[in-house]
Nanobody, 126 residues
Framework: QVQLVESGGGLVQAGGSLRLSCAASGCTFSTYAMGWFRQAPGKEREFVAAITRGGGTTLYAESVKGRFTISRDNAKNTVYLQMNSLKPEDTAVYYC???????????????????WGKGTLVTVSS
């Protein structure tokens, strides 16, 4: 059974930074592309970032490009999301997801994801 467990969320002031982690178990981590999505109160879940199985290619939503960085450590079965210059509009529950898709761009759709974590809350105060 594949499990994804997010951590690192919390309360931060605008302009601050947080690093989210997502630890995977029950799978061969390196065979999955990984992604981060977020869902703000009253809004639909949206794509944030994705990374290929080997970590060589990344993809970002326009709203976070230049501020967020996705990375992974296959030896630790963990994917990260470094979030800098946070804004109040980044407030959301952040979800980690895993996909067998070989096409990174397809991971912008939730339909491409096989497994999901339960999320971690990020709150950015103004």
């Amino acid at each position: 059974q594949v499990q994804l467990v997010e951590s690192g969320g919390g309360l931060v002031q605008a302009g601050g930074s947080l690093r989210l982690s997502c630890a995977a178990s029950g799978c061969t981590f390196s065979t999955y592309a990984m992604g981060w999505f977020r869902q703000a109160p009253g809004k639909e879940r949206e794509f944030v970032a994705a990374i290929t199985r080997g970590g060589g290619t990344t993809l970002y939503a326009e709203s976070v490009k230049g501020r967020f960085t996705i990375s992974r450590d296959n030896a630790k079965n963990t994917v990260y999301l470094q979030m800098n210059s946070l804004k109040p509009e980044d407030t959301a529950v952040y979800y980690c997801a895993a996909s067998l898709s070989l096409l990174l761009k397809s991971m912008m759709s939730m339909n491409a994801m096989e497994y999901w974590g339960k999320g971690t809350l990020v709150t950015v105060s103004s």
